[in-house]
């Protein structure tokens, strides 16, 4: 079962399910699942038209999957993967409930960004079946898989989240519990930096984005890959980063800040650095 609908969830979604996985996607919103199945047709539609997939498979890959707004269904998976909002009490709650619903078996996986999940592990009576499985955006695109162990988090359970990236023809690499991970300790104050050059009027988001795509052959400017994350959740990432460290190099930028207080939280709610249709 993946927990969360939203652009990871669906992502974790439809990866497991062209892979064979009979798969439970689950959210609190009825209408997030309907965009979250709306995406997954859409890619494996484009897939098929560009010969990568074909049609029985597209609809193989829909028949393994189901929704639901309940809960309580995941009382029959051998594996969850949670990828809900990047708060802490959100997460911590939906674990408990998790722990109380599910089998003894059954592993039970964070997407989180950044937030340490030896805390996360902490809220079940199972935390050496708890772990972190990170995926990167856009989820059926992108070969990396962030694995973090928690404190606890056994070598089985390490081995068999291991083992299921590979199956899904992605790279696992291993990282230990630390704020923001690797991946998000070392791209987001990055992304930050980048905010804080249009907050001192050093240069436009577009001058900004040709210097990173056209000096360093990133494949996105920062300031688009920060509206494509979601400035909500570049937000909660450096926040945890500042808070886990202390330091004072983690500062958010008062503009990311601004953006988010005014609900502009970049290509999915239309508007972020950049205006979408
Ligand atoms: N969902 C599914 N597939 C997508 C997609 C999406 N949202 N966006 C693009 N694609 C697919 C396209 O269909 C295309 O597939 P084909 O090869 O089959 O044609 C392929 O990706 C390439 O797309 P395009 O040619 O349209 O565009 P592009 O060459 O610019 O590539 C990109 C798009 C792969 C997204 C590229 O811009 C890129 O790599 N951007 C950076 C992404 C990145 O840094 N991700 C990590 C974010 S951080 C994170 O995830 C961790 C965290 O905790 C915040
Ligand atoms: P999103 O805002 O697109 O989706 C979150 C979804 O979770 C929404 O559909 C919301 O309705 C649902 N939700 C909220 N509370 C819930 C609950 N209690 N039970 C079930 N569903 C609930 O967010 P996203 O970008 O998909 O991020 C999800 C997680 O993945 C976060 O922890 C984020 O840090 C992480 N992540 C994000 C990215 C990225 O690039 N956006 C990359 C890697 C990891």
Known sequence: MVIGAGQMGAGIAQ??????????LNDIAEQSLEKGIATIEKNL??????????EQEKSDTINNLTTTTNIEDAKDRDLVIEAVVENMDVKTKVFSQLDEITPEHTILASNTSSLPITEI???????????GM??????P???L???IRGLATSDETYKTIEDATKSLNKTPVEVNDFPGFVSNRVLMPMINEAIYTVYEGVATPESVDEVMKLGMNHPMGPLTLADFIGLDTCLYIMEVLYEGFGD????PCPLLRKYVKAGWLGRKTGRGFYVYD
């Open 15 to 24: 990866v497991f399910a062209q892979t064979g996985f009979e798969v439970k």
């Open 45 to 54: 539609s484009r897939s098929v038209k560009k010969e990568r997939i074909t």
């Open 121 to 131: 592990a902490a809220v079940t009576n199972r935390p050496e079946k708890v772990i």
């Open 134 to 139: 990170h995926f990167m955006n856009p989820v």
């Open 141 to 143: 695109v992108m070969k």
């Open 145 to 147: 898989v962030e694995i």
């Open 248 to 251: 004072s190099k983690y500062r």
